[in-house]
């Protein structure tokens, strides 16, 4: 079992950069492929960004390749999200999430745990 907090949303202006993070309780953190997600009002919930349980790999949607940053720390169970040159349309809740999946999986079915998410807004 892994439970997850995410933490980090705010509001920002247009052009400037959030980190959020996600903290994950359980000894087994490590094991798990780890995304983010985001999901707008009156939108499906779509992926952003995941990464392997090495930080070998990473995936990242289209709307935030360039811009974004996805980490880890397994000694920390904490995941990172940088996200940088902030566009109105990156407004929605961020949701973080755990996979048994060892591929970076980019589907919300493919996802075991899930946080409670974090709001971010971005002013234009």
């Known amino acids: 079992q892994v439970q997850l907090v995410e933490s980090g949303g705010g509001l920002e202006q247009a052009g400037g950069s959030l980190r959020l993070s996600c903290a994950a309780s359980?000894?087994?953190?490590?094991?798990?492929?780890m995304g983010w997600f985001r999901q707008a009002p009156g939108k499906e919930r779509e992926f952003v960004a995941a990464?392997?349980?090495?930080?070998?790999?990473?995936n990242y949607a289209d709307s935030v390749k360039g811009r974004s940053t996805i980490s880890r720390d397994n000694a920390k169970n904490t995941v990172y999200l940088q996200m940088n040159s902030l566009k109105p349309e990156d407004t929605a809740v961020y949701y973080c999430?755990?996979?048994?999946?060892?591929?970076?999986?980019?589907?919300?079915?493919?996802?075991?745990?899930w946080g409670q998410g974090t709001q971010v807004t971005v002013s234009s």
């Open positions: 999430a755990g996979s048994r999946i060892v591929a970076v999986p980019t589907s919300t079915l493919q996802y075991d745990y």
């Open positions: 359980g000894r087994t953190f490590s094991r798990y492929t």
């Open positions: 990464i392997s349980w090495s930080g070998g790999s990473t």
